[in-house]
């Protein structure tokens, strides 16, 4: 059997309570490590492996001790019980360039992060033009970092830390920073890592993340272990939950309706907590459109109290449930501010390439941590696609056939005569 | 790309040691480059602190008072620069840990490392002062003799005799805040029991003998009797102060480190 880059054996940890008074009461409760008060459990009896080459995600609400259990495993605390063994050099990415210096250049910060990483001196100048190319910073690399963009920051640290060949990777929450093509090339980096035998360990909040990167995923909650499965049996019964909590949390409220007819029922087609209301969703150029054809939604919301950052979901199902599109704010790298008051979201669709027929858009607003929907809207706004007879199913991109002769053995490249059909 | 094989790759201990090394290199030239990059005057603010106390002293007690102290602006110089690094050194001390919250939460890091960036960043201050030093006793009058072999032995003592006061100091600061600022007064007064600005000589003599509690009288007497004198420092004193300043180092560095899983929680 290979034998596991990280393992966590019954793993529990507790903090003293924090007295807010400082002073000599903490110095003698600290000297005479005697505290009356109940310890606060940030984990409780956490057990798992990660083996080299596999990726483990973490998931949970916030203040599950996701990222307590992240940095127990970089060493940073120990366990108050149970045991905790990471095999190898630890990279590791807790805070977004967390011990960058802004009056220093981007060189001289890779540098001390590179050495802070465990590389001497001579390694980091070795291997300096190489995360300067990663980093894409080749312009910028000796302007002190408090001038770079939080994008640039990030790059600059992910730089740094695959590039210091660790055996194990701690990373909390970052891949989801930074532009497609840089998120690409993350991705590519980290499945070159675990080719080479590096277990990942990854804190996230994003389902669909976990879903297409791990193998495995440990869902905490209050410090406990839920589950701990295959990414997506756990993602499956994380989603579950949240359908769960949302309707738990849907008050009585009034039938509403929107000021385009739309009748609300809380429970019925809207669940939700409604700290935060979607208050109408419009489709442009209308709920009718032809198959092929632009679709644009706005979606207004009433937040009363400030709302952390939620994330905004829009899907498209067909009449017999089939889901046809689902997306979200999250997956399309659109990081929201927090929102207060009234305002409204646009999703466009440059195109929708659906078959002819009813469908029926979804929108919800949902909790950053995707613990509970704010306000979910189902089957409540329909879509009627218009298309040419004959064709059937839901897709219905442009399309043309071609006549040819015999494929030539090995090729595909001739083209014979062609018969296009529109 | 070049990677990790162009250089045979050090293991074990002699790649510990290596890093370490490396590290603090990193560390000192970090604070050095934050402190006076952005400063029009650089490096130059590294020499104002003691030649303002040399002018104040100076005028204060050989001209207003009339102290009487053969080459008093060497004396006291030498005096303000032996102790500056002490006083620099410790009152930074306390805010190791503390200040450091970046650096304690990355996995793997040798906290216990923290104390001597400091104390090499102060004595890379010392440095930069020690031309102004040497050209006021070359001014006054005195020339280098064999003795003066002896400085880095001073160096090393006062090395360990900061270091170790600073790794209690940083573990206290931790679970009490207000070290710091005790740690403050505390060398400000400190400064009044040494023999900066004046001479043992001008202490009554029954209490001469409780201000070598005071091991920086020692050391600033040490450093004064190869510079100013010309002679070698005391044997008994110097290795009094180095088991002193060793034995420090040893027990504080051993508490810093058994405490040192403690101090990610409290912070």
Known sequence: ?422 | MMTATDTPKLQGPGRRWRHGRDLVRVLVDRDLKILYKRSSLGFGWALITPLMQLFIFVFVFRRALAVQIPNYSSYVFTGVLVFGWFQSSLSQAGGLITNSKSLVTQPGFPLVLLPHVTVCVRLFHLALALPILFALLWGQGMRPGMPWLALPLLVIVQYLLIAGLAYPLASLNVIFRDTQHIVGVILQLMMFVTPVFYSLGMVPEGMRNWFYLNPMVGMVECWRAVLMENRWPDPGVVAGLLAFGATLLFVGRRVFVSQSHRFIEEL
């Open chain 1, 1 to 422: 059997m290979i034998k596991p880059r990280v393992r966590a054996e019954g793993v529990c940890k507790s903090f003293r309570r924090k007295s807010a008074k400082g002073g000599w009461r903490a110095l003698s409760a600290g000297v005479f490590s005697r505290s009356r008060e109940a310890p606060l459990w940030a984990l409780r009896e956490v057990s798992f492996e990660v083996a080299p080459g596999q990726m483990l995600g973490i998931v949970g609400a916030n203040g599950a001790g996701k990222s307590t259990l992240l940095r127990l495993l970089g060493g940073i605390g120990r366990p108050t019980t149970g045991t905790v063994r990471v095999e190898g050099r630890i990279g590791a990415l807790l805070e977004l360039g967390g011990s960058f210096q802004g009056d220093l250049s981007g060189r001289d910060n890779a540098m001390l992060a590179g050495v802070v990483a465990g590389l001497l001196r001579s390694e980091v100048r070795e291997r300096m033009a190489a995360i300067i190319e990663f980093a894409e910073l080749e312009d910028f690399i000796d302007a002190p970092v408090r001038t770079y963009s939080t994008g640039m920051a990030m790059r600059l640290a992910f730089a740094v830390a695959v590039h210091t060949d660790p055996e194990v990777m701690l990373v909390d929450e970052h891949l989801a920073v930074g532009d497609l093509a840089f998120q690409a090339k993350c991705a590519a980096r980290i499945a070159a890592l675990r080719a080479e035998g590096c277990a990942i360990v990854l804190v996230s909040h994003g389902m669909d993340q976990v879903k297409n990167l791990c193998d495995r995923a440990l869902w905490l909650r209050h410090g406990e272990m839920v589950l701990c499965d295959s990414a997506a049996v756990v993602a499956e019964a994380y989603q579950e939950e949240m359908r769960e909590e949302s309707l738990r949390r849907t008050p009585e409220a009034p039938m509403k309706t929107t000021p385009e007819g739309t009748v609300l029922r809380a429970r019925e087609n809207r669940i939700g907590s409604l700290e935060m209301e979607i208050t109408s969703v419009v489709l442009r150029p209308g709920p009718r459109i032809a198959s092929g054809a632009p679709l644009e939604l706005e979606i207004a919301y009433h937040a009363p109290v400030p709302i952390g950052a939620p994330v905004f979901v829009v899907s498209i199902s067909s009449k017999d449930g089939a889901v046809c599109m689902d997306t979200n704010t999250q997956a399309g790298n659109v990081t929201l501010p927090d929102l207060f008051g009234r305002g409204s979201i646009r999703l466009t669709l440059e195109r929708l390439d659906l078959g002819a027929g009813a469908y029926f858009v979804d929108v919800g607003v949902f909790a950053s941590t995707w613990s509970h929907a704010y306000d979910y809207h189902w089957h409540a706004y329909h879509l009627n696609v218009e298309g040419l007879a004959g064709h059937k199913g839901l897709l219905a991109p442009p399309c043309s056939w071609m006549l040819g002769d015999v494929p030539a053995p090995g090729g595909c490249e001739r083209v014979g005569a062609a018969v296009s059909m529109g």
